[in-house]
């Protein structure tokens, strides 16, 4: 081999070896801010990503829509500073450092129906119970 090969050679080995140990770096932006009514503590995102539960230093929760608007409030004081939604999305935990007790609610979907220019008979605004049978034999 000659001096021009074996050069060839070992710079292109230096550069695979070179090439292997690249650094990547991480690219951000900040998407969105979104102002609270008070100060977070924990924040939680349901799996679906319609929701955003955000435990607030005064104890209630916040439950945020995507575009970051309060759409309701679960009353406290949950003396917790650690929030966690369940996989299928129908509990939070709630956890305080030092306590001896976990604090588990339930969540449901509540779906208005719109009854506009729908038939009824009775009286508008009776109450109304829809059940679900899925044991069907």
Known sequence: MNKISKTMIITTACLLVLAGQALATLEWTLDQTIPL?????????????????VLTGEGSILVLDPRGRVETTIPGPFNANRLQISRDGSKLFL???????????????????????????????????????????
């Open 95 to 137: 956890a305080g450092e030092g306590q001896k007790s976990l604090r588990v609610i339930s969540l449901a979907e509540r779906v208005e129906i719109d009854l506009t220019d729908s038939p009824f008979k009775g009286n508008a605004a009776a109450a109304v119970a829809v059940v679900v049978f899925s044991d069907f034999q």
């Open 37 to 53: 009514t008070m100060g977070a503590r924990d924040v939680a995102e349901s799996p679906d990503g319609k929701r955003l539960y």
